[in-house]
Each structure stands twice: as structure tokens, then as C-alpha cells.
T-cell receptor, first 112, second 113 residues
Framework: EAGVTQFPSHSVIEKGQTVTLRCDPISGHDNLYWYRRVMGKEIKFLLHFVKESKQDESGMPNNRFLAERTGGTYSTLKVQPAELEDSGVYFC??????????FGPGTRLTVL | DQQVKQNSPSLSVQEGRISILNCDYTNSMFDYFLWYKKYPAEGPTFLISISSIKDKNEDGRFTVFLNKSAKHLSLHIVPSQPGDSAVYFCAANLGNRDDKIIFGKGTRLHILP
């Protein structure tokens, strides 16, 4: 069974540009989570989807971040416009029925 | 305002000896505590958990101890092996009320030959 996959693995963009990160959860997992780890800090929760609905988006930093999960399958996280402080590693995780969360390898975002 | 704290950024342990990773928390409402292991360029991988109603959980070489009165938990790895070298994250959640995971900053464990 394939694990959680994320694309791209790395992204380097300039301040003010737009970046879209993608997450493909484990097949059949209704729950999808986004987390972020900024350099030197802890991994922080961003939001939680149940199928295509946002269950909890309390961790989203501001309105420059937009997450979608059309059709309840893969999810995208768009940052527009990107700022320097958005640099970090963005992790996606999925779970079945609120059980163990399986994490993807992450997307390392660098904003110059 | 960190709710889960790992005060040791790194730890070095001789192969075959016991590794003890410590973690403190502030929120007495946490229902579950978890330990994740992370290798470079990979996502965190679940290792072991403990419910707030227990004080010990063991799985092979890994044992987690919970001291609720002190709001402290620890992960014991014995014996330590080279493949245990990784970053270990202590984490917690509110169980059925809210399953988002709250992580500590992590402790990098080096197993020395």
C-alpha cells in the first residue's frame, strides 16, 4: 500500500510569488491534515479535512494560505503571496477514522 | 506558548546502553501522548503512545512512562541500536475531542558505536 505522497519535495521561490503544494493521502483515508515546521521550531498543525470539508483550520497562519480538497481525495495548499517567514517544511498526514496519522515526507519551501 | 516541551535538543548514547528522552507538557487535558521518530528527508513515523490513564506502555525495546502529577513523560530505548539515531518528537492530543497533534521541538538522538 502506497504511503502519503507530497509534491514537490523542494520548492524555492521569491517573496511575492505563489506556490502550490500537493498531498496525496493513503487511499481510503478520509482525514487529511497539514502541518508545518519552521526552522528550529516545533511541527505545528495547520488544518484538518474530513473528506472535502474543513473540520478545523485554526492553525492557518493568515489568509495568504488556502487549502482545498476537491472531491475528498488529494489536497492542495496554496501560499499567495509568499513571504520570507513562510519558509519551512510542510507535512501532510492522513488517517482512517481518526486513528494513527501517517505522515508524508514533506515539502521543503524556501522563500527568498 | 509551547504546550509540549523537549528541553534537550540532542543526546548521545553508546550503542547497547539505554537512551532516555524526556518531555514535559503543560495542558492537563491531553488524552494521549505519542512519540514519533523522524529520519532526514522523511516524515515523522509513529513509534509508541500512551493513554493519560496509564503510567507505562511497552513495545519491544521501547517503553514510555507517564507521570501525570509532574506533567512529564519519557521514552526509554533499551538496548540502543545504530538505527535508532534519528530525531524523536514528543507529542500529545486531546483524543476524541480534537485529534490534531501538538508536537515538541524534537530531540536528536545519536547512537555512538
Amino acid at each position: 500500500e502506497a504511503g502519503v505522497t507530497q509534491f514537490p519535495s523542494h520548492s524555492v521561490i521569491e517573496k511575492g510569488q505563489t506556490v502550490t503544494l500537493r498531498c496525496d493521502p493513503i487511499s481510503g483515508h478520509d482525514n487529511l491534515y497539514w502541518y508545518r515546521r519552521v526552522m528550529g521550531k516545533e511541527i505545528k498543525f495547520l488544518l484538518h479535512f474530513v473528506k472535502e470539508s474543513k473540520q478545523d483550520e485554526s492553525g492557518m497562519p493568515n489568509n495568504r494560505f488556502l487549502a482545498e480538497r476537491t472531491g475528498g481525495t488529494y489536497s492542495t495548499l496554496k501560499v499567495q503571496p509568499a513571504e520570507l517567514e513562510d519558509s519551512g517544511v510542510y507535512f501532510c498526514a492522513s488517517s482512517h477514522s481518526r486513528s494513527e496519522q501517517f505522515f508524508g515526507p514533506g515539502t521543503r519551501l524556501t522563500v527568498l | 506558548d509551547q504546550q509540549v516541551k523537549q528541553n534537550s535538543p540532542s543526546l548521545s548514547v553508546q550503542e547497547g546502553r539505554i537512551s532516555i528522552l524526556n518531555c514535559d507538557y503543560t495542558n492537563s487535558m491531553f488524552d494521549y501522548f505519542l512519540w514519533y521518530k523522524k529520519y532526514p528527508a522523511e516524515g515523522p513515523t509513529f513509534l509508541i503512545s500512551i493513554s493519560s490513564i496509564k503510567d507505562k506502555n511497552e513495545d519491544g525495546r521501547f517503553t514510555v512512562f507517564l507521570n501525570k502529577s509532574a506533567k512529564h513523560l519519557s521514552l526509554h530505548i533499551v538496548p540502543s541500536q545504530p538505527g535508532d539515531s534519528a530525531v524523536y518528537f514528543c507529542a500529545a492530543n486531546l483524543g476524541n475531542r480534537d485529534d490534531k497533534i501538538i508536537f515538541g521541538k524534537g530531540t536528536r538522538l545519536h547512537i555512538l558505536p
